[in-house]
């Protein structure tokens, strides 16, 4: 069985950087294209940053340029450097297969970005 267990989040104010990290147990994130998703009170969870198999990553416009996702795979886990945030990235973030996701989520980590 897949565990997420993220962590990372807490209060920045704009302009500030946080680090999500996200471990997870039951399966080799080497073995999958891995993303962030977010979800903002009121709205969809969207897929904001993706890792694939081969290491290239992509990003929705909206973070293109402060937001970076990596991983570590002999620690099997997930990163999502987060700078220059801005109070619209205020949501609960959580980690999650790319291209297939696992069925379970992880508890995710809020972010709070407000001065």
């Known amino acids: 069985q897949v565990q997420l267990v993220e962590s990372g989040g807490g209060l920045a104010q704009p302009g500030g950087s946080l680090r999500l990290s996200c471990v997870v147990s039951g399966r080799r994130i080497t073995l999958y294209s891995m993303g962030w998703y977010r979800q903002a009170p009121g709205k969809q969870r969207e897929l904001v940053a993706r890792?694939?198999?081969?290491?290239?990553?992509t990003y929705i416009d909206a973070v293109k340029g402060r937001f970076t996702i990596s991983r570590d795979n002999a620690k099997n886990t997930v990163y999502l450097q987060m700078n220059s945030l801005k109070p619209e990235d205020t949501a609960v973030y959580h980690c999650?297969?790319?291209?297939?996701?696992?069925?379970?989520w992880g508890q995710g980590t809020q972010v709070t970005v407000s001065s």
């Open positions: 890792i694939n198999i081969d290491g290239t990553t």
């Open positions: 999650n297969g790319a291209v297939v996701t696992f069925a379970s």
